[in-house]
Nanobody, 124 residues
């Protein structure tokens, strides 16, 4: 049974940092893309960042480029999202996802597995 378990969310002041973790289990993810998405209150879920497990290629939404860094730890089967210079508009539930992405890493329908989400709140 595939499981993606997010952790690391919380409350932080604007300008602060958080690191989210996504522990993956239940299958081999070496051919997968691991993504982070977020959903703010009243808004649709949106792409944040992704990484190809096989070669470490990374992708970022323009809104987080230069502030967020996605990485992976093969030994721990874990993907991280380091979030720096956080802004109030980064407030959202952050979801980890995994999929054999064939076309667009930003497209939610490309991902087969999803975590339960972790809340990130940035105060001004």
């Amino acid at each position: 049974q595939v499981q993606l378990a997010e952790s690391g969310g919380g409350l932080v002041q604007a300008g602060g940092s958080l690191r989210l973790s996504c522990a993956a289990s239940g299958r081999t993810f070496r051919s997968y893309v691991m993504g982070w998405f977020r959903q703010a209150p009243g808004k649709e879920r949106e792409f944040v960042a992704a990484i190809r497990w096989s070669d470490g290629t990374t992708y970022y939404a323009d809104s987080v480029k230069g502030r967020f860094t996605i990485s992976r730890d093969n030994a721990k089967n874990t993907v991280y999202l380091q979030m720096n210079s956080l802004k109030p508009e980064d407030t959202a539930v952050y979801y980890c996802a995994a999929g054999v992405v064939q076309f667009e890493v930003v497209a939610q329908e490309e991902y087969d597995y999803w975590g339960q989400g972790t809340q990130v709140t940035v105060s001004s």
